[in-house]
């Protein structure tokens, strides 16, 4: 594969794979906090991952990440994977899995912020500016913090934290893309992977998690769930989205948060019996058109610094 003009089916099968499979990983990762401590089950999950990823591809003559490279492993890692990946992977403890993936669905607002800010970056328009809006009100009115005492209110720092991985994860996205003189994008995953578990594993030790592990209390489903994460979501759909960070927009990798919570809203009602309610539906509507919109409209190109 070149790696300036990668061909049609490689597009194909990395969209397919964060579509579909992203969509899932709420689930599992749902699932796998019923019985696991958050940040050690997710701190396990990358390591085994990364430790996969890079041997792999040793064995396939890659090359070692560079002293460089490790840093920038480390750093787009801690965003991503440990701001990102970790907070959600904590919220899903208070959060349903279809409403975490709902609010996900504010990600591509954050990336666009993120890309404006970026020296060189692009300026929103005011279509964008107002679909931000939008979908702020759909966050705000779905989270209802106002409705505590409601049947299908939410926890309120469950839904602080997945709005804090949203904008991590931004963050990390546009780092990501920027970097000088990048690994190549699976050694690039499979180094940002092994760098987030360590600071995964920080955060699991400060919190006593390893420590309160009853292993042989973890549920059977907890393990498969578990076994799921590392080999559909990390090794299939990070690698896949690390790979349309180098060879894409990021407006257009992050498109996988329009179809993520559909698969998410089905799988948690059907497997989970996780309920929807009207609200749900309505907010849902209004994140998803707010994100669409951000992803159609044209961005143009920022004034210098000092211009505006």
């Known amino acids: 594969m070149s790696a300036d003009r990668p061909p049609l089916r490689a597009y194909v099968l990395a969209f397919t794979t964060i579509y579909l499979v992203w969509g899932s990983t709420y689930l599992a990762i749902r699932v796998a906090v019923g019985s696991m401590p958050p940040f050690a089950m997710a701190a396990m999950r990358f390591a085994v991952a990364g430790a996969i990823l890079l041997g792999f591809l040793r064995l ?59 020296p060189g970056g692009t300026r929103p328009t005011p279509l964008t500016f107002f679909a931000m809006l939008l979908g702020f009100a759909g966050v705000a009115w779905l989270a209802a913090p106002w409705e505590t005492a409601g049947a299908d209110s939410l926890d309120t720092a469950g839904v602080a934290g997945i709005l804090f991985a949203c904008v991590s994860w931004a963050v990390g996205a546009i780092y990501g893309r920027h970097v000088r003189d990048p690994a190549p994008p699976f050694v690039a995953a499979a180094a940002q992977m092994l760098a987030a578990s360590v600071g995964l594993a920080l955060i699991a030790g400060v919190r006593g998690e390893f420590a309160s592990w009853d292993f042989a209390a973890t549920e059977p489903r907890a393990w498969g769930a578990f076994v799921y994460l590392i080999f559909a979501g990390s090794l299939a759909g990070y690698s896949s989205f690390v790979w349309l960070v180098k060879h894409t927009t990021p407006a257009r990798a992050a498109t996988y948060a329009y179809v993520n919570p559909v698969v998410a809203v ?43």
């Open 60 to 118: 396939r003559g890659a090359a070692w990440p560079t002293p460089r490279q490790w840093r920038d492993a480390m750093i787009t890692g801690a965003f991503l994977l440990v701001g990102g990946n970790g907070m959600v992977t904590w919220a899903e403890q208070t959060i349903p899995s279809s409403i975490t993936a709902l609010l996900i669905g504010s990600g591509p607002v954050f990336v666009v912020l993120m890309e404006w800010a970026w």
């Open 266 to 308: 089905f799988l948690g009602w059907l497997l989970l019996d996780e309920p929807i309610s009207v609200r749900t539906l309505v907010a849902s509507a209004v994140i998803l058109t707010a994100v669409a919109l951000v992803g159609l409209a044209k961005a143009r190109p920022a004034k210098p610094a000092g211009g505006r």
